[in-house]
């Protein structure tokens, strides 16, 4: 609210009196001094002999703050003066020079107003002659400038000036005037005698948030006919928010947070790269940073910027929407100090939702596995065990303990007694659950955060300091974020102020090797603790380090090796042997000068600079299952394994990687603001442009990259390695008898990129009525093809509002508050940097028959259309408020056209390019948008507010040129493949024609079944390929979210909940794979086999003849495509349910406090998904039929006070 | 005084909008902006340059399939071309054809620099090398494509004979239309009469084109046009500037570890490309040879002896007689698709042959075989021009192994009654559960001709087949 009107007092300050009579009235010309000065009026010293009345009063002006208000006609009748006083007072200096004058004066506050005598002066008898004079504030007696006074059925009207004084002449004796401003009510006064009034305005409810930051300007939203949609800090504070992000969601219609990722109304590019996420800009300027950087507590309000008209100004960036974050900043009056604690809890997730068979029906899997694959060696075990290979023996592939067990019986080492014995005490095991309790923790977090707030007219300031550390879910897990953020604001005279900012964030965290953060890498039968709680250790495990894998053959073979370090593994022993420590610094600084040129018109400068640095180091010590590995993987051997010569190629020791890096950014502007209003006729007209310049440059270095072998923590010191061999040509390891190689990673990339911008922008309204907006933006960046830089190709919009409630034939309807109606047509753009427009090539040397040759590889041909994705977007809607406000909202209608699309298009490739990826695509979006929320309970103590958010979107591919022959590309990868007229990213199916023999049977393009069976009921197997034979089966996007938010207040006590939903789109159910033997579903019980005829599980690949095997991963892929298995993937979730309880402030006063405010808060407690079976759609990959874990419940627990 | 504002505000849009140019000129860094002379020339040099036959591998009688790659097997384009299977619809079969996409990919590459390298920065002389190598390679890549996917050049028909299109400069916008294979000769031959004054004898590096090269493939392009005198005068060209032959013999004679012949002791080698790459020979699985042609090598040809394997490996029917390549690409370096010297000597040897100097004509054979054969090296001039001919084409076979050799040998040679062989493959040999069959490839068969596949006449619907198989749509 301040913030709203300060910064309009910055440039607003029209201060003449307009009248359409200037020309015929005698007392039409009115001079409005506005003389402020620093000085103080403690003394008045005045030396005039004979001079004009204007000199002095002038010369009094400059000394004081005092500003005259006179008709110019008092000039023409004013006496010289002659005055000579020192050090005077303000009443005695008038009383002085105005002692002789035809008139006489009047101090009202800090302004003198000039008048007639009325006792002596005689009236004239035809006019009356009324002086109607005050000041204008809001309720908390900040004086409002640029308000508008009209004196009721004339068109006599003016503006309050700089500190909110007006001055005005009327013709009538009791004089009715009306003073409005945009946000707040309009009030009618019938002033009496000639006192000064003081008009209190009090702001508009609905208006409230009427008022919206562009990031160019700021603008009331009675002046924009664009979509926009503003959060403001009470709303984004509803809730204790983990981040910016989940304070955004379900707070703007047609912003979708699904799975956490932020989509303004569908998706407008096919490219990865440009992806989906909305510009951000911060404090005006398009910033690197995320949301989720943005400490919330810094928050003053964000704007979300949905149609064309609105983001246009942000040009080829802007496409995906634009959200604005304005933060904080000191307010005038007492310095105020606010601190936030909270704490968050999150429970781990519930394993019993992912439907795990269990560990004894794992055992009977592997068993009857095992017992499946000997068969397909003719029961011999020596052939299926070579095929796994040992040490010397064909290359080594992993098999479970289980297997293992098996080798142990078939090589005599255990009799099948002990073989039963040792498979039944596995089945007691449960590494699942020992995992959950024994590697994860609760997940905790702690912030506080210390905001200070201090103003005064000159300057403002705001600080503040945010500590938060969280212990994430797996063990020896942590992190820490420090954010500092200061923010000053300075009006260094008149004309000129400044704004600086500095926000520095530093991340520390610590993690563990990412292998080990799930459950999966050991299977259920596996254990970490012994009954006695003691660890237990495995032989191996697979995970392969990218060299190859093990088997108990080969661990079995090297136990007794002295030569090599052991396999074994416990994951709470590695989960302490390596850790990787990572440091973020990130800057942010700003700086924004403006000046007044003259009325109306301001200049301003900004910049801004961001660096964010990150520096990463992974220790894995000599002991961890890493380095053991690497060790005896890079072990060769001359000779036989009892004399032989072992060579280390890797030392022994930890290693060290680190690695630096960074980016940075620049922003720079300068922006005109113009604005004025002025009335002619009857009308009143509110004109207000900008025009300005902006440079930007996106700076990614090359990363600096260092690994050590045989790194000693304690000395610092390390091993070097012949690198050029062991990376090159490799060497020959004896434990998995093959050539390996050191990974490389020797290229080097980096990026740099240059934009300009040149824009303009106007928005027009007729008496507060009508308004035209439009603006136009030129962009040129480095990547752009020669052609095109060439080219004048603006982003432009245009847009229409109406404010319907003000018309005279909508004012009479009583319980319509308000209503505006509004209509934009605008084009955005976005740019893929990953393409360019010139002749690219790579210098290689990496040619094999002559090594010291390098040469050019064409990595890009040139594309010289090279352009920006275009989407233009035509928006209407209509803001809305009834019933005495009581029910307010909008609702948008909006169509999106994204053209020049970049896609990979087929070409012929006589051309000689099969595909190249240019402007090629398009994509259209429809959809419809509504928000409505109301207190529509109040009594007594009691209040109950409701809002309610709903967005609907339909996309559609419109072009697209390219085909692939095989229909499972468009089943596997929907983002990449797709059909024009369709939905983008759709799921699409196989027709399942039912299941024979534990076969199941799918139609192909021609409808004939893909299984049949010949007369002793043997299946053939075929493949479907063609893309006719898939059907569409629906949307992977959400095509409606929104959300509904109930609020109960009682006297100091809140009860808030907030849900979300998403739906219209489609999931596949959770089936198992019929192929591969890696099974943990619970549905493998349930499978047909030859003992479970009637069941409605196919057969797995282990019940398959083995001649039929290689089909099994065929039918697995069909059947999980399966148009049986769809399900709708709608959901509603309560995200969060919030009680607090306020300090009344009676009590608070003893206490010296201003706000003391406690919450209790619960995260995602509840869930209802239609696809049951204990889907969460939140976390389920869609396309894939995949269950991942559930989102986890969080409780919080919150304190904010104010002193 | 606001307009003063305004003029000076457009002054500095006026003065930012210059200035604009110069900052937004970035170059990226990591990779190279191709500009500059120097670097179009260097662009000719392409390592690793493959033309993949799988569309007529097995459509000669060089080459031989396992029998159980065929048998009971789906149709596929190898079953068609080993059983001469002429009622099958190829273009249904051929989504796409790897060999005519990269080829025309490289003459992209060629036309890149023809097109762009004369507003480049650099040496007048670098420009018009850099051209004149590109023209060699793209008159190479022309020649490949219009003797793989047209009817073999026939002076009386060529200006009608559909041909394949001409891609004569940088354009992806480019809408392609097919020549006459007259059409395409020309433009060829024009390339390299073009070329060949400005190349070098000694390039800078061997994946440049030098002059011996473009004499050798001017003289293949005469003796595919029948223009035997011009085809020989060509080839003494470049037998002029090189004429070496490798001492197979000598190689075979060394005791003890062989040393590794690599690429650059070969001195055979006229151009470096391949099937599939430099290291396609490592494969030998996919290089089995037929019956007849382990036959036609007899038991003394250290070309056989040396690299070939006739023991069991899980790719042959040892039962069939065949046989499968062993030596690796770095062990010793042998040209598949790229021209060597004793293809040279041999064109010349079928001109002398046709000239009716049968005598040099065996004398330049001898020469080849007293290098590569161990006993017996020397043959007889014989009586007629016809049984000198046929020496000529059998060491063709010998000498000139995979690649597109065999397969344009039948293709050129089936069109001259005196030397057209009608292939006659009687499968399976060794499978029992089969009924034996006899198969004919009749020299005229429109199997000679690769039908263009499925993704070029989507794109390109004008384009008609050059056989009268049908348009899958």
Redesign the interface.
Known sequence: MKNFYQSRSSWRTTTQIFSLKKLVSFFAILFLMQLASNAQAQGITLNFKAAPLEEVINSISKQTRYNFFYDADFLKKANPVTINVKSSNIGRVLSLVFADQPFTYQVNDKSILLKNKTNTEAVENTTVDKIVHGMVKDTTGMPIPGAVITLKGTNVMTQTDGSGHFYLRSNTNSPTIIVKYMGFVSQELNPRGEAAINVVLTTDAVSLNDVVVTGYQTISKDRSAAAITKVDNESLNKFVNTSLTAALEGKVAGLSLYKGSPVLRGISTFSSSVGTTPLIVLDGLPSETTLDDINPYDVESVTVLKDGAATSIYGSRAANGVIIVTTKKGMKGKTQVTFNTDFFITDKPDLDKMHYASTSQMVDYESALYQSELSKYAGSTKSLFDYYGGIGTGSIRYYSPVYALYRNQADGKITAEQLTSSLDGLRNNDYYSQYVDQAWQNESRQRYNLALSSGSDKNNTYLSFNYDKSNPQVRNNESERFNMYLKSAYQLTDRLSATFGVNTMYNKSTSTNGDYDTYTIQPRYASITDAAGNRTYTDYVNISQGVGNLNSSVTDALALNSNLKSFKFNVLDELDRGFTKSNTLSVRAFANLEYKIVQGLKYSVQGQYELNKTDLETFSEADSYQMRYMYNAFTSLAGSPATGVYTHNIPDGGRLFQQSAETSSYTFRNQLDYSKSFGIGNTHHDFVALAGFEARQTLRPVLTVDTRYGYNTQTLSSILLDEARLKTSGIQSYPFNNTITLGSSDGQSNSKHRNVSMYANMSYTLNDLYNLTGSIRVDQADLFGKEVRSQFRPLWSLGAGWNASKASFLADINWLSYLKVRATYGIGGNVDQVTTSNLVGRVLSSDRLYPNLTYLSLSELPNPLLRWEKTATTNVGIDYAIFKNRIHGSIDAYYKYSSDLLISTALDPTVGASTQTINNGSLSNKGIEFSIGSDWFKRGDWTLSSNFVFAYNRNKVEKVDRYSPSGGNYVSAPANYFFANTIYNSMYVYKYSGMTNGYPIFLDENGNPNVTFDANGTPTILGINSPLAIQRAGSLTPTFNGSFNQTIRYKSFELGAMFMFYGGNKLRRDVLDLSGIAQTDVDLVSRWTESNPNATIPRLEVDYPNVLKPSALTLSSLYRNADIHVASASFVRLRNISFSYAVPKSFLRKLSLQQLKITAQANNPLLWAAAGDDIDPETYSLNSGTRNLTTPKSYLLGLAVTF | ??SK?IYT?LF??VI??TS??K????K????????KAD?FY??V????RAYPINNFQYLSDDQYMKESDVVGRPVNMNIINFLFDEKTNRPQLL??SSL??QS??Y???W??IIS?VDDSEGDQAVKTLAKAEAKVNRAFDHFLLVNTYAKHYDAATANTDGGI?I?DK???????AKSSVAEVYAFIEKDLDEAIPFLQDKPA???HPSLAYAYALKAKVHLFKKEFAKAAAAAKQSLAINNKIYDLVAYSKLTGTRPNI???LNPEVLN?VYMTG??ELNFGYNFVISPELRTLFGTTDARFNLFFDTTNASWIDVAAGSAWWTPK??TF?YPTVGMKTTEVILMLAECEARAGNREEAVRLLNEIRVKKVLTGATLAVPATVKETMNLVIAERRRELLFGFNRFWDLRRLNTEPDYAKTIVRVFPLVNKTVPQETYTLKPNSFLYIIPFA???L???PSLTLNTDETRPF
Not at chain 2, 28 to 35: A, L, S, V
Not at chain 2, 45 to 48: G, M
Not at chain 2, 170 to 175: K, P, V
């Open positions: 005084m606001k504002y505000l500095f849009m930012l909008n604009c140019k900052y937004l000129d970035l990226p860094t990591g990779k190279i902006t191709i500009e670097e260097q662009l040099s392409l390592p690793n989504t796409s005519y996409n025309y990919v003459i992209n590459r036309n890149i762009l299109c891609m940088y354009d992806l916008e480019a809408q392609p590096n061997p994946y690599t690429v650059d470096l430099y290291n690409y770095n370096f499925q993704d070029v989507k794109a390109n």
